[in-house]
């Protein structure tokens, strides 16, 4: 086993970007790479039932349909504890957003919350809970 360094660091850093394109851009098969295939991902601080890697791209893939755009923003990535082949990492989220039947942009922001691995295709998440703190302009719901 190797110990982490910045190449680590730069490819977990590029995970995450990774997952904001898959997201934003509606590439269902990219978010999927983001994860390792057991991964749990857990979004109920939005309002969204926790499930697997696939049950959750399949729900996003119908769901996103409807969205005309989002745009996150991830910054702030902290490794906080850093094994030589598993890392948490903690991460700030801004993301913009134009939902569907409401004239003004909408946005949110919080943390994303993972538990990585290292696999033979490089770093995956595991596990990933959003802890989204904020949100202006929900729709049905108080800002």
Request: hydrophobic content about 35%; aromatic content about 12%.
């Amino acid at each position: 086993m190797r110990e982490p360094g910045l190449a680590d660091e730069l490819e977990i850093h590029a995970l995450l970007y990774r997952y904001a394109r898959a997201v934003d851009t509606k590439d269902w098969d990219l978010y999927r790479s983001v994860f390792t295939e057991d991964a749990h991902i857990d979004y109920s601080s939005a309002g969204i039932p926790p499930g697997s890697r696939d049950e959750i791209a399949d729900l996003f893939s119908a769901a996103f349909e409807a969205i005309p755009w989002t745009m996150h923003y991830i910054t702030n990535i902290e490794v906080l504890e850093r094994g030589s082949d598993t890392a948490s990492v903690r991460a700030m989220f801004y993301n913009p957003m134009q939902l569907p039947g409401m004239a003004e942009q909408s946005s949110c922001g919080g943390y994303y919350h993972h538990e990585l691995v290292r696999t033979s295709d490089g770093w995956r998440s595991r596990h990933l809970r959003e802890d989204n703190v904020w949100f202006v302009n929900r729709p049905g719901g108080p800002s």
